[in-house]
């Protein structure tokens, strides 16, 4: 297992570059339970904070009850407390773009600068932004007003 298999504050480099971020979720893929699909994917993602939560793909012989290595690593740093997030990266064979699933949870904690770094095997790295990938996105300035995030109603 990798040092960096489970999330790290990375105490010793608070600047975790691009780079970094990549091998990170590489290094998460390397994880992933994928005996249904073998599509393994790799996230990592670093937090406003410094935090870096790396997740990998589970599936489930119920396929709905799978989650996504984007989700994963979100959900991690959201139970830690996290919630302002800044890079995501995420890697896999081919170098494909999250679903539509987990760009809508990325658009629930994005504040219009969350950089997505897509990789691939060989290494190569696109940048996208979230509106790029998800344009015109529901958030929740779209739910009436009685029901914001802001609201304290916890009724939604």
Do not use: W
């Amino acid at each position: 297992m990798s040092e960096f298999a489970h999330n790290s504050q990375l105490d010793d480099n608070p600047q975790v570059d691009d780079d970094q971020l990549v091998e990170l979720a590489r290094q998460a893929r390397e994880l992933a339970y994928v005996p249904y699909s073998n599509f393994p994917v790799g996230a990592a993602l670093l937090t406003k904070s410094g935090r870096v939560f790396t997740g990998a793909n589970v599936e489930n012989a119920v396929y709905p009850l799978g989650l996504c290595a984007e989700r994963n690593a979100i959900f991690q740093a959201v139970a830690q407390g996290e919630q302002e997030f800044e890079t995501i990266a995420v890697v896999t064979e081919p170098g494909v773009t999250p679903c539509g699933a987990c760009r809508q949870v990325m658009q629930e904690f994005d504040n219009g600068s969350l950089r997505i770094l897509v990789a691939d095997a060989a290494g190569n790295v696109r940048t996208y932004t979230l509106s790029g990938l998800l344009p015109d996105a529901f958030g929740a300035d779209d739910l009436p007003t009685t029901h914001s995030r802001d609201s304290g109603d916890s009724r939604i």
